[in-house]
């Protein structure tokens, strides 16, 4: 069993920044890749970023990459998701996920908004 929390959102100016966190529970934490997922209401929940379970690899998608860098810390449980050059458009609800057989998890979400 796993449990994911996540933090960090907010309201924020066009242009600024956040980071996100996303603090698990559970021994099998560290040898799990982690992907950073968001949500517009109506729409598709959309993939934006993945680590590797040894944080050797990451991947985004286009439409955040140069912008947003995940990162994790095994010693905390936690994996973060820095967001720079924030657009309006990257207003969403911020999920994190691991995918531990048979079975996804997933956080409640934390809002993020992008307006002036």
């Known amino acids: 069993q796993v449990q994911l929390v996540e933090s960090g959102g907010g309201l924020v100016q066009p242009g600024g920044s956040l980071r996100l966190s996303c603090a698990a529970s559970?021994?099998?934490?560290?040898?799990?890749?982690v992907r950073w997922y968001r949500q517009v209401p109506g729409n598709e929940r959309e993939s934006v970023a993945r680590?590797?379970?040894?944080?050797?690899?990451?991947d985004y998608a286009g439409s955040v990459k140069g912008r947003f860098t995940i990162s994790r810390d095994d010693a905390k449980n936690t994996v973060y998701l820095q967001m720079n050059s924030l657009k309006p458009k990257d207003t969403a609800v911020y999920y994190c996920?691991?995918?531990?057989?048979?079975?996804?998890?997933w956080g409640q979400g934390t809002q993020v908004t992008v307006s002036s």
């Open positions: 680590i590797s379970s040894d944080g050797a690899i990451t």
């Open positions: 996920n691991i995918y531990l057989p048979p079975r996804d998890y």
């Open positions: 559970g021994s099998t934490f560290s040898s799990s890749a």
